[in-house]
């Protein structure tokens, strides 16, 4: 800027202390002035300097004093790292100066001041101020060394002051420059307390320097008058805990004396008692510490000097002790508590023991435990479960027991309960059930917070100790049904509380529940006897669980003639009542040879119990003939009727009928076991056969089966089975063979078809009966070769029984996919041959029926059959395109018979040859005229029309002859 001027302000920095893993690339230093403690104007920016440099210079303002500049110096490696430092320089052109001359004035100690302690402690002289004041308007004081010297030049004492922190404007007290820029008092004023002066002259020396090391330097010299005196103390004792008294030797021209007392660990403040009586003597200190040696001294001062008296050490009588210090207390269990402690730090004398009290809990007695003075803990045993306690701490010295510590509460764990429930009932009694209620354990017992309550019972008749628990979850659930219970019986039912931590003590009661239905008697099946045509015995034994007190017996007899009853579905029921005390009975009045059905029950108060199993027995029967006129007929292909007539010798009683039936195979042996069925009527329809099958069927009267009448029957044919194992082979181009077995169940009298399905066209199948006798049976499997198919052809093949009798096919078989193979083509159709011009024959055709595959060309052979030219070759074959439908032979001889066949030619070959066809070669004589161009039109199925050219010389012409050959 023009307002700065052309001088130099030179400026030097050292290299960087390390360069890294790169070295360094270059620098850059930039120069900025302090206008505020936080601003900086930029004055120069950024300067390159290469990486050898280590100083630069600025050109600069006029510097004036007082001004703070900042050069940044930035250094950059080649990968573009920087490292950086800044340096305050200041414009300071003169030193600092020292504007106070250093005063020397005696200092009178303060009451409570520390300083007074450590001279009590052995410092002896009198006490001076030193005050000066230093400043430096430009860059401000720094730091003032002060030192004192004897006139021998012993250094006696010595010091530095610094101006090193920061201030606030307000707060700048130099009144002519304040505070610099940066907060920076630019003056200071001080005052230095100088201790143990004890000769008369003195060298002082203060060195001021300033903020830019400027440095300035003053020497004054101070005489002291002093005069000797001198101070004994005579006695100094313990007045209590916490004063001293002490006595001294007074000395002339005394101004005052002062008694000093303090703690001989130098922790604490000290005791100052000040008499400015010269005649005094004596005096207290008092509000001393308990138990604590104190150093004792006395100081006598006079117009021009002081002097201390010797030392004696005393200590203070003990005192009551604060209370101890981190008091706690534990929960042990359900019955201890563990109380720790810490002695407080001022303990006031010696700890002789520890006092303990623990109060609450109900029934505990709070008198205190004394425990010994070396114990920090205790166990207090034989508390109350789960109660509430206050525990308080006091230690005790000589001086007294002193005070308890804050109380701290604590509670005992939970115990189990230590009383059972209470007031035990039962509010509802049934047979399988009852309530059982009851009230909670005395409060005192409880031992915690009871959880709920735990039930367990058990028959009082048990054997086997085990017993069913019920919890009850809640501990206002004061009730619980016992359910699944036995009738009529004794149980053992306690009740117990329970906490977390377990049950409590039960409360046992005996309880009986209320009757029931009883169970089943127990029947003797081995005397359930017939004793008659009309009578039986039963015995039996009261139930196992009377469930209550037996009243009497019932027995059933149903009607059991018909199978498949239950109890509850018997034609008849018959009640017998017995005397409780019996045990056995006779049933009369039944029916002859009829089978009967017998239970049992007992019967309580509550009613019949329950019934037992139905145990069969059959009275004599009578001795009966066999059914007459025995009559089976089948009247469809599951269903034979059965009609009969009762036996001659037959009472009035209603005849139960059996009826068995069973199938018959190959005449001779029965398939499996009849089957035998009931029926009280004398006709019955058999359902559920199988059709086209001969079954026996046998009737007897129940009870008579060794008069039995017989009859045989069929049923009617029905629709076939499947065929089983069906499969192809033998496969051909033209043919295939089924093989097969025959339906597991014919039904009736079969024959076979099958059915057919080409997939190359849109036809529909084609079902074909296959005559019996083309059918091939080898070891039960029969064969059918398929033919006239076509080759290389895919088709869908299935096979399926039939009833020859119904006319009615049965399920088909699976189908088989089967592709015949590739063969030799069948014949051309449709051949024609003509003789339609002068050694020309005209062959036409149409393609093969069964071509096998593709066609790829045809062949027709032309065969000489008469005596012709020698130049006429006896046989010749034509290869024509597939595409071509008619071929003209050349060459042949006028006149000559020839015969022709074709064959079409596909993957396989040479097929199948066309029927041979005779033509004779026309013959025309020579000089005749002949017409050209012969042709055949308008084909029909009974005429064509013939077209043709006139010769080119028509001389002498006069008619055409036409002739028509039946070459078949």
Request: glycine share 6%.
């Amino acid at each position: 800027s023009s307002q700065y001027n052309v001088e130099k302000f030179p400026l030097s920095f050292d290299g960087v202390k390390t360069a890294g893993d790169s070295g360094v690339l270059g620098f850059a230093v930039s120069l900025s002035r302090k206008l505020s403690s936080e601003v900086y104007q930029p004055i120069f920016p950024p300067v390159s300097l290469g990486p050898l440099t280590d100083s630069h210079s600025f050109p600069t303002l006029n510097l004036t004093s007082g001004l703070t500049f900042r050069a940044d110096i930035v250094a950059t490696d080649i990968f573009g790292h920087q490292g950086n430092a800044s340096v305050l320089i200041f414009t300071d052109f003169t030193p600092p100066l020292i504007t106070k001359q250093a005063v020397w004035q005696r200092s009178q100690p303060s009451i409570k001041d520390k300083d007074v302690c450590r001279a009590a402690s052995g410092h002896h002289g009198n006490h001076y101020s030193l005050e000066f004041t230093a400043s430096d308007a430009e860059s401000g004081i720094h730091h003032v060394d002060w030192s004192v010297h004897q006139a021998d030049g012993k250094e006696l004492e010595k010091g530095t002051v610094q101006n090193s922190r920061s201030v606030r404007r307000a707060e700048c007290k130099y009144p002519s420059c304040a505070c610099s820029l940066d907060n920076f008092c630019l003056g200071l004023d001080m005052t230095v307390e100088l201790v143990s002066l004890s000769a008369e002259s003195y060298n002082v020396t203060l060195v001021a320097t300033s903020r830019s090391g400027l440095v300035n330097r003053t020497t004054m010299d101070l005489s002291v008058n002093r005069e000797n005196v001198a101070v004994s103390l005579t006695n100094a004792k313990s007045m209590s805990s916490s004063s001293i008294q002490a006595d001294w030797s007074t000395v002339s021209k005394a101004i005052s004396y002062t008694l000093t007392v303090c703690p001989q660990d130098s922790r604490g403040e000290c005791g100052v008692c000040i008499d400015r009586k010269s005649a005094s003597s004596s005096a207290t200190v008092t509000g001393l510490k308990p138990f604590t040696y104190h150093i004792v001294q006395v100081q006598v001062d006079t117009e021009s000097s002081s002097s201390l008296s010797e030392i004696k050490v005393v200590q203070t009588d003990p005192a009551a002790p604060p209370a101890p210090e981190n008091v706690t207390a534990m929960t042990v269990n359900s019955t201890a508590i563990q109380v720790q402690w810490l002695p407080a730090n001022q303990r006031n004398g010696i700890i002789t023991a520890y006092r303990v009290i623990v109060s609450g809990g109900g029934r505990f007695d709070p008198k205190p435990v004394i425990v010994g003075r070396n114990h920090r803990e205790m166990t207090v045993t034989g508390l109350q479960p789960y109660s509430n306690y206050s525990v308080q701490v006091a230690a005790e010295t000589n001086g007294g027991t002193g005070m308890y510590s804050l109380a701290r509460d604590v509670t005992t764990h939970e115990d189990v309960p230590g009383g059972p429930p209470r007031n035990i009932q039962f509010l509802v009694v049934h047979a399988t059930n009852m309530t059982v209620t009851w009230d909670s354990p005395e409060e005192s017992l409880r031992n915690g917070i009871i959880l709920g309550y735990n039930i367990s019972y058990q028959p009082q008749t048990s054997n086997i100790e085990k017993s069913t628990t019920l919890s009850i979850g809640s501990s206002g659930s004061l009730s619980a049904t016992l359910e699944n219970l036995q009738p009529y019986t004794l149980y053992s039912i306690s009740v117990s509380a329970f906490t977390s931590m377990g049950l409590g003590v039960k409360a046992e009661v005996i309880q009986r529940t209320g009757q029931d239905v009883p169970g089943p008697p127990k029947v003797d099946q081995s005397r359930l006897n017939a004793l008659g045509t009309t009578s039986f015995s039963i015995s039996w034994l009261p139930p196992d669980r009377p469930n209550g007190v037996l009243i009497q017996f019932v027995i059933v007899v149903r009607d059991a003639t018909e199978a498949h009853h239950t109890k509850n579905n018997f034609a008849s029921l018959m009640y017998f009542y017995i005397n409780v005390k019996d045990t056995q009975y006779i049933v009369t009045g039944l029916m002859p040879g009829k089978k009967y059905g017998v239970s049992m029950m007992a019967v309580t108060e509550k009613g019949r119990g329950t019934e037992t199993d139905i145990f069969y027995v059959k009275t004599n029967p009578e001795r009966l003939t066999a059914p007459q006129s025995l009559v089976a007929k089948g009247n469809g292909s599951r269903t034979i009727s059965v009609n009969w007539k009762p036996p001659k010798t037959v009472s009035s009683v209603q005849l139960t009928y059996i009826v068995s039936y069973y199938r018959i195979v190959n005449d001779s042996n029965d398939e499996h076991e009849p089957t035998v069925l009931q029926r009280t009527n004398i006709s019955i329809v058999l359902t559920g056969l199988k059709p086209y099958s001969y079954y026996g069927i046998e009737v007897s009267v129940l009870g008579q089966t060794a008069n039995t009448s017989t009859t045989f029957a069929y049923t009617d044919e029905d629709k076939p089975g499947k065929v089983t194992e069906f499969d192809i082979d033998n496969v051909e181009a033209s043919s295939f063979r089924l093989v097969w077995k025959p339906p597991k169940e014919a039904n009736g009298h079969i024959g076979y078809r099958y059915r057919l399905k080409d997939t190359g066209n849109d036809r529909p199948s084609e079902t074909v009966t296959i005559t019996l006798s083309d059918l091939e049976e080898i070891g039960g499997q029969f064969q059918y070769t398929v033919s006239s198919l076509d080759g290389d052809t895919t088709y869908l093949v299935s096979v399926f029984a039939y009833n020859i009798k119904l006319n009615i096919d049965g399920d088909p078989s699976h189908t088989e996919i089967v592709q015949t193979d590739i063969g030799i083509s069948g014949p051309p159709i449709n051949v024609l041959v003509n003789a339609t011009n002068h050694a020309t024959i005209l062959v036409s055709w149409d393609p093969p029926e069964q071509p096998n595959g593709v066609i790829s060309n045809y062949e027709i052979k032309r065969a000489r059959l008469s005596r012709g030219y020698n130049s006429d070759p006896d046989n010749i074959v034509y290869s024509v395109a597939d595409s071509s439908r008619f071929y003209e032979i050349t060459n042949a001889y006028d006149g000559t018979l020839y015969e022709v066949t074709m064959r079409a030619v596909n993957q396989r070959g040479r097929g199948e040859g066309s029927d041979p066809k005779k033509v004779t070669a026309i013959f025309i004589l020579p000089g005749r005229k002949t017409p050209t161009d012969v042709l055949i039109l308008n084909v029909t199925s009974t005429d064509f029309v013939v077209t043709w050219q006139a010769p080119n010389d028509t001389t002498g012409l006069q008619n055409y002859r036409v002739t028509i050959t039946d070459i078949d």
